[in-house]
């Protein structure tokens, strides 16, 4: 019984020790948690250069152009971490090959800083959201390097280039998305040549009257020359109250005070001479051209007015020659491409006042070939270009409805049409002007002899598209040409 007792005090002292401890355990207590998180580094993606248009941007003659650039920014810390340092996020763009690169010199011609703003509402707060958007523009001057086929730096192009940031600085750049800029060839000049009150049988001798020629484009130009009348090709200079002057009679130099029989007679408008003026690229680039007239014994009277067509061609350098400009002999339709006939295609071999039009006001029409233009350089000759030009209009009374190229191609001498597309699918087509497509040392993505140029089968095709916006408008092809440029 002894035994007994003792153990049931025993057990009964376990019993307490143990439920002490079961009570020590049910007590609470706190302690702080601290730690830092690791940077994120920002990441920028979808780069795209909205102004592009089938990654070619085209830059507009004697003023700048706005450049877009957009992308996205991700950082894994929240989209509110982005900026939240310095430097901000930016965007470059530059000249590829440019020295420096991303890190280049501003520079009118080959490096621009954009102005970038994160696009509203494309960031959320709260650090679920990681990502942000941003717009970034720059006014891109008209005389910014070009990089496509027969430029100076035709083996480079332009790269957007997009250094992302956060609250731990800049993030690595992203420079893989890149553009052509497009050789823009384009001159303004004096919008009047007003002479003095001349006699029959006289003319201006040494006086000139002067028309300043600027060059409002990214390639050195020379300039083209021709006059008309009243309507182009009709051999004028001329047309007075009573008669005319035959275009002969007006005459230029590139010398100020050149007596007038020793200037040069200008031609038509449709075989224009070629004035070699070498205007380099640049904010404002200009040379003179001076102007005398004279008059025939007879045949005009009371007051006469005239046109000049002045046309930009790129600069031709020493040694080079030159074939043409030369109309088609045949003209044909080409059903390859488009839904949209032509109605007198012949209407395309001379510049006059007939010309060609289409059946429609919208779709894509058919090809114009133009071929057999009886080119005959020398057998040695190395071709170093090829100029397509294009005297076409298609405006409508209404913004919606217009015409614009939709593909422009070098036939081969074997009647094959080539690859390359020289259209320009942005640009509205105005009234009826001369358009260039090719330049002195664009071979169109081809390599020539003399005999192929020399071919009859030798030649362009030439397609527009047209939109119906409220009344519609045709398209209207008035004449197609082409000069050859060769070394021997």
């Not at 230029?252 to 040069?264: F, H, M, P, Q, R």
Request: charged letters at 15%; glycine letters at 10%; hydrophobic letters at 35%.
């Amino acid at each position: 019984m002894k035994y007994l007792f003792f153990n049931l005090i025993f057990l009964f002292a376990i019993f307490v020790f143990l439920s002490s401890q079961i009570l020590v355990v049910q007590s609470s207590a706190s302690t702080s948690i601290s730690f830092t998180v690791n940077n994120s580094a920002p990441v920028a993606s979808n780069v795209a250069v909205t102004n592009a248009v089938a990654g070619n941007v085209n830059l507009t003659a004697g003023t700048t152009t706005t450049t877009t650039v957009t992308f996205t920014v991700t950082d894994n810390n929240g989209c509110e971490e982005i900026d939240a340092g310095s430097p901000d996020t930016d965007a470059i763009f530059y000249r590829t090959n440019v020295s420096g690169g991303i890190a280049c010199t501003p520079d009118n011609a080959n490096c621009y800083n954009m102005s970038c703003t994160q696009d509203g509402g494309s960031c959320t707060a709260g650090g679920a959201d990681l990502t942000a958007t941003y717009t970034c523009t720059s006014a891109v001057q008209f005389y910014a390097d070009p990089t496509d086929a027969g430029s100076t730096y035709s083996a480079t192009t332009w790269t957007a280039g997009v250094t992302p940031a956060d609250g731990a600085g800049a993030g690595s750049a992203d420079t893989s998305t890149t553009v052509e800029v497009v050789s823009l060839t384009s001159l303004s000049v004096t919008s009047t040549i007003a002479y003095d009150t001349l006699a029959l049988n006289a003319n201006t001798g040494t006086t000139d009257e002067t028309t300043v020629v600027t060059n409002t484009g990214n390639r050195a130009i020379d300039a083209q020359v021709g006059g008309y009348g009243t309507s182009t090709g009709d051999d004028k200079a001329l047309t007075c109250t009573v008669g005319s002057v035959g275009v002969a009679y007006e005459k230029y130099s590139i010398v100020a005070s050149t007596a007038y029989a020793s200037k040069t007679a200008l031609p038509a408008d449709d075989v224009p001479d070629t004035i070699t003026l070498n205007l380099a690229v640049g904010a404002s680039s200009t040379d003179d051209v001076y102007w005398g007239m004279g008059l025939p014994e007879s045949g005009a009277g009371v007051s006469c007015s005239g046109h000049v067509v002045f046309t930009a061609v790129n600069y031709v350098a020493q040694g080079q020659q030159t074939a043409g400009p030369l109309s088609p002999g045949t003209a044909a339709e080409d059903t390859s491409v488009g839904d949209v006939s032509w109605y007198e295609i012949d209407n395309i071999k001379v510049n006059d006042t007939n010309y060609s039009i289409t059946n429609s006001y919208s779709g894509i029409s058919y090809y114009i070939k133009a071929t057999n233009f009886g080119f005959n350089i020398p057998t040695d000759a190395t071709v170093d270009g090829i100029l397509m030009e294009v005297r076409r209009k298609g405006n409508g009374s209404d913004p919606g409805d217009y015409w614009k190229d939709y593909s422009v191609k070098i036939v081969k001498a074997d009647g094959s049409i080539g690859t390359t597309n020289k259209a320009d699918t942005v640009t509205h087509w105005g009234d009826f002007a001369y358009v260039s497509y090719g330049s002195s040392s664009d071979k169109w993505g081809e390599t020539w002899t003399a005999s192929n140029i020399n071919d009859s089968d030798f030649g362009v095709v030439f397609s527009g598209e047209g939109f119906f916006g409220e009344y519609g408008t045709n398209g209207y092809v008035d004449h197609i040409r082409i000069t050859v440029y060769y070394t021997e």
